[in-house]
């Protein structure tokens, strides 16, 4: 791909005028077209870029181009829009200036689609991010809305705007988006109702008709045919080129990015229904009683439409356009309206809400862009204004588009022409002036305050007294006369007496860029703007949210009496605040021009260029950019910029900094009438000469970032060497450290190794060694063994053979000895032999016996009765007196071992035995239950600590036994304890003494022979305890009881023993009586309990179950 470097490069023409030679008005036509021929539509005049339209799109505007343009020095590359733009993004961005873009040119020159190149730019190469596409895309978005309601076909342009705008783009220090704002400028509204011939009425009329849904049609009440609505002029209803329907798409995507609501997008299109509907309204005349007429509605039908769309009473809408009320202080006069009345407030209506409807969309979508944060932020303003025109029929609304033109030639002038010299002069430059036309005395024309036209028009529509178009242009005529710029037929100018081309009705104004008839009809009513407030109000009351908002005015609880300021006297304001919004700002010029009145693309008509060269005052502006200076700075700003390229000034220059640049220039191989030094700043003749600069600037730049790459990169390479070394060593002495160790460890384990196999080696030899001296031990064993075997086994042989020799001989010695005996005792045998023998067996028999018992004996329990099997009759009797001896001394054994408790024990089982054995059926039962005695530990028990208390002496027993009552039989629990000296009775619960019988008053005991527990304890008549008469007991160890009883009852008594009578029959002396207890066997009744049962009163009958 060609690179450029700058724009001198395969220039077409000259790319910048200043460098045009010869410079005259026909080559600077010529170069302009020469340049449109080959698609160059852009050319600059220093930094001011002049725009051609070009009536076709070309390749220029593509994503490549603006990466092309992007951070590129504005004369690097061809002229372009672009560059501007770049030019004066950068300068927000890094200079922190705020910026304006004017855009100029007349009408359909290409403003709006310039100011929408530069908006794209911008938006192309700033900051990219969610939140920064939102406000990109909305700002863009703006566009398409404002145009749609504000833009129409005129004969200049297919997309002529017809309102001001001017928008701020707010950015912050990053160069990223915020938000903006848009300022509009008086909309043509008088288009609304009436447009000229060969124009139509606002874009968004035609998109809503031909774009809307059927169903969006129905519910706004309208009809497809544009035929139908006398507000669309019909001849040129069809643009060419222009897709109404699909526009219409793209206006309401727009304004749902935008931010506009579902509802507020409705609104806004019922309003539109409702100005063409309003539209339809027609009246009549109706003549009234007094003469004159009154208008009436024809046909209410459109009436009714359009008041349900408002949500408007019909009534009080009707009553609007027939009624004009007049308030005046405390009075209220209504009169009524003619027809032409009806049509002018109609009309007047339509313009009102269309033009306020306007002002709402730019308001709504101020709310949607406007920038979120509060910190400061960075402005740069895009001005697209309505462009000068010239009209065949030019009223109050072109009056005010070219006073507004005027006012832009005239900052622009201000700013390039006039400022441009005056700052030569101030900055002491040899400069010789250059004429240039300051339009200056036309804005005074138009706004000056005392006689200026709007002042006079203001001053006439504020006039008491008739007023008309014609008492102002009357007025006119005799102010303004005398103006140079003012031409009338019946000004005191006499001049114009005869103009025939200047008609009765008019004025004319030679503007800066060209002469403009105006027609004075409307400029009255239009400048007043006036709106019935009968309509105001009766909006006002409608049911329809925007159109309320729209006329605040109407809200009767807010008369205004005042009159609101004029049209033109608004506009005169907020232009003059405009203007001094963009002298605050560096200005970034585009000058559009158009090519050709067709609308045609590759057509250069001459004159119309030539004649907008001329009043753009472009020859003038190449004049003072040729004979000034192209660039000129500060000289702190530039010394700081461009002190590296002199080894003087850098890095710093210590002295003033006017010295510093001078010493620079000096230095440098730019010739010297290149440059001029002025008080405060230098002046740089030619654009190259500061692109020479920049140039070497951006060398030196390269070579001071080489030098200080070189510097860091070799710092960096040294550090990192020294780290690289310093790591070696580390790595060098871990890495030797490792193989040291490494190789050690391998020779320790090589020497382990070699020492095991040596080892082993000598191991093996030694075992082998070993082995064979084992072997050989072995085998001298194994042979001295069998030696030895073999010594011994001759030996055994011989000794056997010895011994049977010897044996042979003791036998032989022997049968020879017996042999001898035999024959010597034979004699003596036969006397004595068998007593002998039989003392021998017998002796011998009883030995084996006694030998044989030991080791049979029975066990050495005394009642084991076994005794091992007697082997022989005759010995009987050993056998039996034998057991019996074993059995004493077994038994005395076994008593040895008693201890004198234990004897006593079984002493008194003994008793028992020999008081009960064969007596009693239950002894057999108590012979193995121990003799207890204390069945309630008496002594320890703490329940009985009281009764232990009253017994003196040492309890021998205590039981619980139950005294039976002689009157029933049953039995009491009692506590029954016997002492040496006594037998106590006792309660079983309290442990009271009931009582106390002394031993020596029992008589005798009485108990069954049976297996009951029942005894009688009989006292000895005459003793004290008889009073109260015996005891009939029953007790569970009745046997331990009575004979306790018996053994200490004897002891106590000093008798030989207490009686104890066993019989199933026995007396007890009850008190006085004496009953009979009588024992019987009875069948086991409820379980085995022995029941008692009194018979009769002497007889207590005792049954026992048998046991079985
Ligand atoms: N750079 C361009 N490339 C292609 N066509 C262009 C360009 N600039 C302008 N045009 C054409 O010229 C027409 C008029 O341009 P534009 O609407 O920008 O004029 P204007 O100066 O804003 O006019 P007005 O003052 O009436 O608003 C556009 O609709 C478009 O067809
Ligand atoms: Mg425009």
Not at 306 to 322: K, P, Y
Not at 528 to 533: G, Q, V
Not at 581 to 609: E, G, M, W
Not at 696 to 714: F, S, V
């Amino acid at each position: 791909m060609e690179v450029k470097t700058s724009l001198l490069d395969n220039m077409i023409g000259v790319g910048d005028m200043v460098l045009l030679e010869p410079l005259s008005e026909d080559s600077f036509i010529e170069n302009l077209r020469k340049r449109f021929d080959h698609n160059e539509i852009y050319t600059y005049i220093g930094s001011v870029v002049i725009s051609m339209n070009p009536y076709r799109s070309l390749p220029i505007f593509t994503p490549e181009k603006v990466e092309e343009y992007r951070n590129r020095n504005f004369y690097e590359l061809s002229p372009h829009i672009y560059a501007l733009a770049d030019e004066a993004y950068r300068s927000l961005r890094d200079q922190d200036k705020d910026q304006c873009i004017l855009i100029t040119g007349e009408s359909g020159a290409g403003k709006t689609e310039a100011s929408k190149l530069v908006m794209s730019y911008v938006a192309a190469v700033c900051g990219k991010g969610q939140e920064v596409n939102k406000v990109k895309e909305q700002l863009l978005q703006s566009n398409p809305v404002l145009e749609a309601f504000g833009n129409a076909k005129t004969v200049r342009n297919d997309n002529s705007s017809r309102f001001g705008k001017y928008m701020d783009i707010e950015f912050d220090f990053k160069g990223d988006p915020l938000g903006g704002v848009i300022s509009n400028y008086l909309l043509e509204k008088s288009r609304v109702v009436k447009q000229p011939r060969g124009e139509r009425n606002f874009h968004i009329f035609y998109q809503l008709l031909s774009g809307a849904s059927d169903d969006t049609l129905k519910k706004l009440k309208l009809d497809r045919d544009y035929s139908k609505y006398n507000y669309l002029s019909l001849d040129s209803a069809v643009v060419n080129g222009l897709d109404d329907a699909a526009n219409f798409r793209t206006v309401k995507n727009a304004m749902q990015i935008v931010g506009f609501m579902e509802d507020e997008v409705q609104s806004v299109l019922e309003l539109v229904a409702a100005v063409l509907k309003l539209g339809d309204i027609e009246f009549k005349p109706e003549s009234r009683c007094n003469g004159s007429d009154e208008s009436r509605i024809k046909d209410k039908n459109d009436l009714k439409e359009m008041c349900e769309l408002l949500g408007i009473e019909q009534s009080v809408l009707e009553r609007a356009f027939s009624y004009r009320t007049v308030e005046a202080r405390l009075e209220k006069v209504s009169t009524t309206l003619n027809v032409a009345q009806a049509y002018y407030a109609r009309d007047a209506l339509a313009k009102n809400l269309y033009s306020r409807l306007f002002s709402w969309l730019v308001t709504r979508i101020n709310e949607s862009i406007k920038a979120q944060t509060k910190a400061r932020h960075k402005v740069m303003g895009v001005l697209d204004i309505y462009g000068f025109e010239i009209f065949e029929d030019n009223s109050f609304e072109q009056f005010i588009i070219n006073y507004c033109n005027e006012k832009l030639q005239q900052i622009f002038i201000e700013l390039t022409l006039r400022e441009e010299q005056e700052e030569y002069v101030r900055e002491g430059i040899e400069w010789t002036n250059i004429e240039y036309f300051n339009n200056a005395i036309i804005c005074d024309l138009i706004e000056n305050h005392q006689n200026g036209i709007l002042a006079m028009l203001d001053e006439e529509c504020l006039r008491p007294g008739t007023v008309t178009d014609e008492t102002f242009l009357d007025k006119l005529n005799t102010i303004c006369a005398e103006h140079q710029h003012f031409e009338s037929r019946l000004s005191k100018n006499s001049k114009f007496l005869t103009d025939h081309s200047l008609p009765h009705n008019c004025f004319r104004i030679q503007h800066y860029a060209g002469k403009v008839l105006y027609r004075v009809e409307g400029f009255v009513d239009k400048n007043n703007d006036l709106l019935y407030r009968d309509l105001s109000q009766a909006m006002y009351k409608a049911n329809h949210s925007l159109i309320k908002q729209l006329f605040p005015e109407g809200n009767p609880g807010k008369v205004n009496l005042k009159r609101p300021p004029t049209a033109g006297f608004q506009f005169r304001a907020s232009v003059g605040t405009l203007m001094k919004n963009l002298q605050t700002k560096n200005p970034n010029y585009i000058r559009c021009i158009k090519p050709n009145d067709k609308k045609a693309s590759h057509i250069f008509t001459d004159s119309l260029v030539c004649h907008q060269v001329r009043y753009l005052g472009l020859m003038e502006n190449v004049r003072v950019r040729r004979a000034g200076y192209a660039f000129r700075q500060a000289y702190e700003p530039c010394l700081e910029r461009y002190k590296m390229l002199c080894k003087r000034t850098w890095p710093h220059w210590r002295g003033p900094a006017r010295e510093g640049v001078e010493v620079l220039m000096a230095d440098l191989p730019v010739p010297a009438e290149e440059f001029s030094f002025g008080r405060s700043k230098i002046f740089i003749r030619n654009p190259r000469t500061l692109f020479f600069l920049e140039e070497r600037r951006r060398q030196c730049l390269q070579d001071l970032a080489t030098l200080i790459q070189k510097i860091y990169r070799g710092w960096k390479c040294r550090s990192h060497f020294l780290l690289l070394k310093k790591s070696q060593i580390v790595v060098a002495a871990w890495y030797r450290r490792y193989a040291q160790e490494k190789k050690y460890q391998k020779i320790k384990s090589a020497t382990t190794v070699v020492q095991s196999y040596t080892r082993g080696w000598q191991a093996r030899k030694l075992l082998r060694e070993l082995k064979y001296q084992k072997r050989c031990e072995e085998a001298v064993t194994t042979i001295s063994a069998f030696w030895h075997g073999t010594q011994a086994r001759m030996e055994l042989r011989r000794l056997k053979q010895e011994a049977r020799n010897k044996h042979a001989v003791t036998v032989i010695w022997a049968y020879w000895q017996g042999t001898k005996v035999r024959r010597e005792y034979r004699k003596f045998f036969r006397a004595n032999a068998g007593k002998k023998i039989y003392d021998f067996t017998i002796q011998r028999i009883m030995q084996k016996y006694f030998l044989g018992l030991k080791s049979t004996m029975p066990s050495m329990s005394p009642i084991d009765k076994s005794w091992p099997a007697r082997p022989y009759r005759f010995l009987d009797g050993v056998h039996r007196e034998l057991p019996r001896i074993f059995h004493l001394w077994r038994c005395k054994k076994y008593r040895s071992q008693f201890t004198e408790e234990k004897k006593a024990v079984y002493e008194e089982k003994l008793e028992a035995s020999e008081i009960f054995k064969d007596k009693k059926a239950l002894y057999p039962s108590s012979v193995s239950q121990p003799f207890k005695g204390d069945y309630l530990e008496i002594s320890t028990n703490p329940k009985y600590q009281k009764l232990n208390s009253a017994v003196d002496e040492k309890v021998l027993l205590a039981d619980v036994v139950n005294k039976i009552n002689r009157a029933n039989g049953k039995g009491t629990a009692r506590i029954f304890l016997l002492t040496k000296k006594s037998v106590v009775l006792a309660d079983q619960k309290t442990g009271q003494v009931k009582a106390s019988v002394p031993l020596p008053d029992l008589a005798s005991v009485s108990v069954s022979t049976q297996s009951d527990g029942f005894f009688a304890l009989r006292l000895k008549e005459g003793s004290a305890s008889a009073v109260k008469g015996d005891f009939l007991l029953s007790s569970e160890h009745l046997i331990e009881i009575i004979t306790k009883l018996h053994r200490t009852g004897a002891t106590a008594a000093d008798s030989k023993q207490l009686n104890v009578d066993i019989s199933d029959e026995f007396l007890v002396q009850f008190k006085h009586d004496k009953v009979c207890v009588k024992f019987i066997q009875g069948a086991p009744k409820n379980g085995n309990s022995v029941s008692c049962k009194r018979k009769n009163n002497r007889l207590l009958e005792v049954s026992v179950p048998t046991t079985a």
